[in-house]
């Protein structure tokens, strides 16, 4: 089955940096797009980023104003969700999820095209 596991995360005071990391492997690698998406206290997961694995473009909420990078490692399986100037408001458990056939942000969004996600992983940050 395809698994996909997470890394990173962690504590972090407010302006500062974390790096994600999302590891996929098992059938169909390489053709699965990866995008990320976070579950902020007491709400249902928001859509945050996506990246085609083949093309290489990616996608992003708006609402993130150009602080969350999402990047891709073709021989590594992996990709990345860097996350600066970090706010306490991006508290949150965030999660890398694999998906097939979306090309267009509208369709990166919809939570019930993703069949596979990672585990989560907890970004806290402190005033």
């Not at 302006?15 to 059938?27: D, Y």
């Not at 860097?82 to 090309?103: F, I, M, W």
């Amino acid at each position: 089955q395809v698994q996909l596991v997470q890394s990173g995360g962690g504590l972090v005071q407010a302006g500062g940096s974390l790096s994600l990391s999302c590891e996929v492997s098992g059938p169909g690698y390489g053709h699965f797009d990866i995008s990320w998406f976070r579950r902020l206290p007491g709400k249902e997961e928001d859509f945050v980023a996506a990246i085609g694995w083949k093309s290489g473009t990616t996608y992003y909420d708006d609402s993130l104003k150009g602080r969350f990078t999402v990047a891709k490692d073709n021989a590594e399986n992996t990709v990345t969700l860097q996350l600066d100037n970090l706010k306490p408001e991006d508290t949150a458990l965030y999660y890398c999820a694999a998906v097939y056939g979306c090309s267009e942000i509208s369709c990166y969004e919809k939570r019930r095209y993703y069949n596979w996600w990672g585990q989560g992983t907890q970004v806290t940050v402190s005033p």
